[in-house]
């Protein structure tokens, strides 16, 4: 398994001969120019998580790229080859399952009403599991080997975070949704979190690829 972060809630997942990118934003531009991938997950909604305008560019240069969608997102976006993923379904890329928990997005105030979200986890024969929950920590699946966390949201809590770490209990993991965080803020998020857990957190802003066996 080899996992690279490009940026706020991006991932480029290469697991078992396939190529898969989750949540294309518009916090980032490093997937823009991702080839040979053979899924694009989108979690919800939010533009941060999916990128309307760039993204159909990097379908024109994926053509044999499926893009699966949160229901909400195909009715927001005109995506003319989206399928829809809901909650508690799972789809196959080969030998490749992904699974979607969960279903609401976390509340951000409670005037404003809630949308949904899908956490996505990923598994394959003899390779780590690995879990991107999107915007919400309300799913907590069991056996997860390598978590991406949210470091920072208008809607989470660092107590939030740490509890929803120590429950999904991975040995690895590294910040996803940094976006609106400075240095100082990155590293008291992770100094907070490693202290607080059993997880081994690793620094995947450089784009630098984290590769597991």
Known sequence: ????????????????DRRILFDPGNFSTAWHSVTGLDAVFVTHKHLDHI?????????????QAKLYVEPQVDQAY????ALVMDPDTSVELGGVRV?????????????????????LVVEAEGEPRFFHPGDSLK????????LAIPAYAPWAAMKRTIDFTRAVDAPRSFFIHEGLLNERGWRLACNLLTSQTSTQLTDL???????LS
């Open 99 to 119: 699974s979607a928990v969960g279903g609401l997005h976390a509340v951000i105030y409670k005037d404003i009403p809630r949308i949904g979200n899908i956490g």
């Open 139 to 146: 799913a907590v699946p069991k056996g997860i080997d390598v």
């Open 78 to 81: 005109d995506l003319p080859t």
């Open 51 to 63: 990128d309307p305008e760039h993204l159909p560019a990097l379908l024109g240069a994926n053509p």
């Open 1 to 16: 398994m080899k996992i690279t972060h490009l940026g706020h809630a991006a991932v480029l997942l290469e697991v078992a």
């Open 205 to 211: 802003r450089d784009g630098v690829p984290l590769e």
